[in-house]
């Protein structure tokens, strides 16, 4: 029988995307054939599966920890936010239409039966199932219909593991005010918890788990140390920008604007691995510094709203002088529509139908089409004279003279464009960087030696590390009963 486990946090960026994925490549090195599944993610940074459908990068690299290839069934339910009230719904990998947030909640019970397949999917044949829960397990208020926490664990019987972060401060309330809040069924899935994020001194702790224990009676199955090697991890959220920015100052000063309804930003994670890049996210109110070789426009859920959200931090008149300085740029996929002429949404695929100017640093116009390029494609740099892998995830189409000079031939077509000068470049392909031959052209154009390592390699390598780590920290009798 397939064992199963199911992480859930006591609020939001806890840690459980890399516990899941720490755990199952710590299964994997047991020998165990382990699968993630996460039934509801909510998340702009997705990934294209081999079965042709689309799920949270998260749930991407938890397959990778479990050396398998990832499945449309790992995530059957994403929601891709647009605005602040309303998200693109994926469901089982594919698109089924938009939805305001109460909406959505009328939706999610419907959605039960897809999450139970998919669910099904992911177990059979396999030792060992480690579910990521979604948000807060005590949000009672959202119980109704609920697919992502207890909703599932209850439906599924999947048994509980809290995770706390006690870095952010509360842990001990936290854990103790969702047993208090938690109606009795499903505080009687919960077999225990998880601290995680700490630094120090542990012993220090000990009349904290004394308190938790007397307060809800559930036993702690370990104490997870800040992970180093998590940080060399992709991270999902684009509440964790803030803490990207590279510290100290590199050889190369890459600048990359962050936008309301960024996407796929984990493109950006194999510079920001290299010694010599100084990669820096830039939030709203801040300028574009003026000492940045390059700038890197990145995916965006919302074309046309991020672009209106860049004018309005004056970034577009920060790119055009960057540019007249001799700067360069690079846009990828939302960030490639930016820099042309113009948008045009005649349909209304993004709000209201419409057609605004672009940043027009390249001589292109796009049309936003219904039908959705979703493919794993190999592509071959004529400018760096390399071959390279990634993934395309987006809607529309580009055309203009500067499509003439291709940054990217993809399978035989072009992809892409550039601007006479070469200083301006776009393309829709996703993926760049982590091809080790391309980003070492990329880097040797500005001066810059890449590290001599594979991007990754590293990741591999930091997988290895975490799951050594919580082998080392977490209780044995739990990993005993977890691994069979």
Not at 227 to 247: F, H, I, N
Not at 418 to 442: E, P, Q
Request: aromatic share 6%; hydrophobic share 40%.
């Amino acid at each position: 029988m397939t064992r199963t486990i199911m992480l859930q946090g006591t609020g939001s960026d806890v840690g459980k995307t890399v516990l899941v994925a720490g755990l199952c490549r710590l299964a994997r090195l047991k020998g165990l054939t382990v699968r993630p599944f996460k039934p509801q993610n909510m998340s702009n940074n997705a990934a294209v599966t081999e079965d042709g459908g689309e799920i949270g990068r998260a749930q991407w690299l938890q397959a990778l920890a479990s050396g398998i290839a990832p499945s449309v069934h790992m995530n059957p339910v994403l929601l891709k936010p647009q605005s602040e009230t309303g998200s693109q719904v994926v469901v089982q990998g594919k698109v089924v239409g938009q939805a305001a947030g109460r909406d959505y909640q009328r939706l999610k019970p419907r959605l039960m039966a897809s999450v139970l397949e998919s669910f099904e999917a992911v177990r059979a044949g396999a030792d060992l199932v480690i579910v990521e829960g979604a948000g807060s397990a005590a949000e009672i208020n959202l119980r109704a219909g609920d697919i992502a926490n207890m909703g599932f664990a209850t439906r599924a019987d999947v048994p509980v593991v809290l995770v706390g972060d006690i870095d952010r401060g509360g842990v001990i309330a936290s854990l103790v005010g969702t047993h208090a809040i938690l109606p009795p069924e499903d505080r009687a899935m919960v077999r225990g918890y998880l601290i995680n994020k700490f630094r120090g001194d542990q012993t220090l702790f000990a009349d904290g788990l004394s308190a938790i224990e007397h307060h809800t009676g559930w036993p702690c199955f370990g104490i997870v140390p800040w992970l180093k090697a998590a940080g060399r991890l992709p991270a999902e959220d684009s509440v964790a920008l803030e803490r990207l920015t590279r510290q100290g100052r590199g050889a190369l000063k890459i600048a990359v604007p962050v936008l309301s309804r960024i996407a796929n930003f984990d493109d950006l994670d194999p510079l920001s691995a290299e010694p010599q890049v100084e990669l820096c996210y830039i939030p709203a109110g801040e300028r574009l510094p003026a000492d940045a070789a390059l700038v890197i426009l990145p995916g965006s859920k919302s074309t046309i709203a991020d672009l209106e959200d860049l004018r309005a931090q004056g970034w577009d008149r920060d790119l055009a002088l960057h540019v007249r300085r001799g700067g360069r740029i690079i846009g990828i996929c939302g960030g490639y529509q930016m820099l042309g002429r113009t948008i045009a949404d005649p349909l209304g695929l993004e709000g209201a139908p419409r057609e605004v100017n672009g940043l027009s640093l390249l001589d292109v116009h796009t049309e936003m089409a219904p039908e959705k390029t979703l493919r794993n494609s190999r592509a071959y740099s004529p400018h760096y004279h390399t071959a390279l892998e990634g993934y395309e995830i987006h809607l529309g189409r580009t055309e203009g003279p500067d499509c003439s000079r291709p940054a990217l031939t993809i399978e035989g077509r072009a992809d892409g464009a550039c601007s006479a000068d070469g200083r301006v470049i776009g393309t829709y392909l996703h993926g760049l960087f982590a091809n080790d031959g391309y980003r070492a052209a990329l880097l040797a154009s500005f001066g810059v030696a890449v590290s001599s390592q594979s991007y990754r390699t590293q990741v591999e390598q930091a997988l290895d590390e975490v799951a050594r780590e919580l082998e080392a920290k977490l209780d044995p009798r739990w990993l005993e009963d977890l691994f069979g």
